[in-house]
């Protein structure tokens, strides 16, 4: 079974709040100083399904990522956690893009690698939690589409993937190729093995760029973006103090429960 | 000189300290309360190829220089030392002994179970009468026929009661003193060896530390790994090993209380203001910080003379010696910078004291290394008339 798992590098989830800053006149996210990027937990997570079918079906796992300098540690990451290849989507027109035009450059990127079965995703990326790529590709690419896997298995069929509902899970039997988008569900992602980052830190990750993957550059970048994003802040957060007295403790906790629900917070 | 890490070292560090994270920080308090050492852990290292980055790749190793060896040394024991050399005690110490003087039969026999953690292996050199000074050593190794036969005691082993393989120093003739000394291999179900848990300890309880007795205890032939005159000689390689590790531990555990004092000292507020904004307090973090840069500069600068195979005994007890007595100070003053909160084993900061002081112990004692420093300085005995 052949499978293509789409990574992204995102700012790590586990950063202090304080070192979290936004610059609202360029409405970017700024990098805090020394701390690098990681590849987005959900995609670790769909490396580790990937390599899950692939202990059992056999096959290859390639990484794709879209991304400048650096972004080939996101790859690399997934090969040391044991994906076979991996390739890095590179090029000035990029910049700016959309969750349309990601999915665009991503399903360009799977036509050139030709033949797959699969298409893995992580339900979201940790940075902006949109989770629209995994499905516009699939629309992209006119395959079928489950989201948010917690677990799969080939099938006569083709593919049964059971999906994470509120109370419990919805099983569909889909035709490959597919997407799937991976939720967390699936169980910690495995950590890279010793042989495993040898093999990866000490490869070169291929560099395509758009004019490699036949991308035409009206469809990607800012400029076609289709939505553009206003103002971006961290909201400010007031915490002061209120000390709820009474003469028994029963009285204070009441009180303590009035004033709560007038604050509105129960 | 680059003193940047490799992205491949980068990627070592990172995966080492989510390693200790998830296998060695859940159960630390609990197994350090109930003095006890998971086994299943050497498995699981294995697995992850954390077991034994320094050996090579033929034997089940990684083939991995030193400085990285020492990179991912460094994290897991940010977690905990004790765990840490407990569970590699195997491949670094004996491991590197039998890499070094096995035959090739034996390292293929052997070296991939250590490495992989099926099979686990302790060095067994200390005895009740021989600790620093191992040309003491009173077990006796006498051949018969075919065979050589093992009687005597060990103490303070690493995994002894656990191991499935001891490669023990013995004396094969007590006139030649240190030249008489060699070395074997036992199986543990070798008829005659018998092995004890030593519980007690007020440091290093979640390690785990074994006497052995040699009663009449029969190996064959081939079992012996390095002959009379290189037995103690040989070990102290594998003792070289383990030091490097007790060097970048010692850095690792004072890293931990760094980063927790610099946490806590944001954090706490006292006489109107966080701790950390009190000057003696920036000045033990000072202290603290440049102590820590030092002794892991000393501890690359003989990593990297380790891996070129350059003569390093004066710079192996410089890092051993200035680490771990730093580890004693910083744990310590991470402690007191706590309070109250600090001598409870849920802040991080108490395990590491606890354990500071036996790495001033292992691997050769701060006065021993001193005395290696001067006697290398100065060209004179330090150890003998």
Redesign the interface.
């Known amino acids: 079974m052949n499978i293509i798992v789409c990574v992204k590098q995102v700012l790590d989830p586990d950063i202090p709040p304080a070192k979290f800053k936004v610059d609202s006149a360029s409405k970017q996210v700024v990098p805090p100083e020394g701390i690098p990027p990681v590849i987005n937990p959900y995609d670790a997570q769909a490396v580790e399904l990937a390599l899950r079918l692939k202990e059992k079906q056999g096959g290859k796992i390639t990484v794709l990522t879209v991304g400048s300098d650096g972004a080939d540690k996101a790859v690399k990451y997934a090969i040391s956690m044991g994906a076979d290849d991996g390739f890095v989507l590179s090029d000035e027109v990029f910049e700016g893009s959309d969750s349309f035009s990601m999915a665009y450059i991503l399903s360009k990127a799977v036509e050139k690698i030709g033949e797959y079965d699969l298409v893995l995703c992580g339900r979201q990326a940790a940075d902006w939690d949109e989770g629209l790529v995994g499905s516009i590709i699939a629309e992209s690419l006119g395959t079928s589409l489950v989201t948010l896997a917690e677990d799969a298995e080939v099938v006569d069929e083709g593919l049964k993937v059971k999906r994470v509902t509120l109370d419990g899970y919805q099983a569909f039997i889909v035709p490959t190729p597919a997407v799937v988008t991976v939720s967390n569900e699936v169980g910690q992602a495995r950590l890279p093995s010793g042989l495993g980052i040898i093999s990866a830190a000490r490869r070169q990750i291929p560099v395509w760029k758009a004019a490699d993957t036949g991308i035409d550059p009206s469809l990607v970048g800012s400029a076609a973006a289709r939505r553009k994003l206003f103002a971006l802040s961290v909201p400010a957060r007031e915490r002061k103090c209120e000390i709820i007295e009474g003469e028994t403790p029963a009285e204070a906790a009441t009180k303590l429960a009035e004033r709560l629900r007038e604050a509105g917070a129960i | 000189m680059d003193f940047e890490l ?3 070292q980068v ?2 560090r990172d ?1 080492a300290r ?2 200790a994270e ?1 296998e060695i920080l859940p159960t630390l308090i609990q197994n350090e309360r109930e003095e006890k050492f998971d086994t299943r852990l050497i498995k699981k290292m294995g ?4 077991l034994a ?1 320094h050996l090579p ?1 033929e034997y089940g190793g ?1 083939g ?1 220089d030193y400085i990285t060896a020492a990179v991912i040394w460094e994290q897991l024991c940010y977690a905990s030392i004790a765990v840490t050399q407990a569970a590699t005690s195997g491949p670094i110490q004996p491991g590197t002994n039998l890499l070094d003087a096995g035959s090739e039969e034996q390292k293929k026999k052997w070296l991939p179970g250590v490495c992989s953690g099926d099979t686990i292996f302790s060095g067994a050199v200390v005895e009740p009468n021989a600790g620093s000074d191992s040309t003491r050593i009173e077990t006796m190794a006498v051949r018969d026929g075919n065979n050589w036969v093992l009687n005597g005691n060990k103490i303070f082993i690493s995994n002894g009661y656990e191991a499935d393989l001891i490669l023990v120093v013995a004396q094969t003739d007590k006139s030649k003193g240190a030249k008489g000394l060699a070395s074997f291999l036992v199986e543990k179900d070798t008829p005659g060896y018998s092995a004890t848990m030593q519980l007690g300890r007020i440091s290093w309880r979640g390690g785990s530390e074994g006497a052995l007795r040699f009663n009449d205890c029969v190996i064959p032939l081939e079992n012996q790994v390095s002959e009379a005159g290189r037995g103690l000689r040989d070990a102290l390689r594998g003792i070289d090993t383990a030091r490097l590790l007790l060097s970048i531990g010692a850095v690792g555990m004072c890293q931990c209380c760094l980063d927790a004092c610099i946490k806590y000292g944001k954090e706490r507020v006292q006489f109107g203001k966080p701790l950390g904004g009190h000057q003696l307090v920036q000045g033990t973090i000072a202290e603290m910080a440049t102590k820590i840069e030092a002794a892991r500069l000393l501890t690359y600068r003989v990593a990297d003379l380790k891996t070129r195979g350059i003569r390093h005994i004066k710079e192996m007890s410089y890092a051993k010696y200035f680490a771990t007595e730093a580890a004693l100070w910083i744990t310590a003053e991470a402690v007191k910078l706590h309070g109250s909160f600090g001598t409870f084993d849920e802040y991080p900061v108490g395990h590491h004291y606890q354990d500071a002081i036996t790495l001033t112990i292992l691997g050769g004692t701060s006065n021993i290394h001193q005395l290696t420093i001067g006697q290398q300085l100065l060209e004179m005995p330090a150890f003998t008339g």
């Open positions: 490799t992205e491949e990627m070592f995966m989510k390693f998830q697995k992850a190829g954390l980055p790749q990684l991995l």
